[in-house]
């Protein structure tokens, strides 16, 4: 038996205040799952634009400071 069945007779033998509960936890847990495959997507597509943004810029040589290049001193 497929754990949405048994979870559905499981929930018909409650009282419907109850079932409604159980319908609001559901909802919760959707909008949770979303939230995380929405947050897992931002985090991938900003990974790649990071990516592409920086390649090509380990060969450039980088410049040489010295503290004579800075204008304030602290």
Known sequence: MAVSD???QYVQRLPEKMQSEVLTFV???LAK???SEAIQDERD???MSLSFAMRGMEQEETPEYSEADLKKTF
Do not use: P, T
């Open 45 to 47: 597509w900003s990974g």
């Open 6 to 8: 048994r979870i559905q």
């Open 33 to 35: 799952s979303a939230n």
């Open 27 to 29: 909802e919760y847990l």
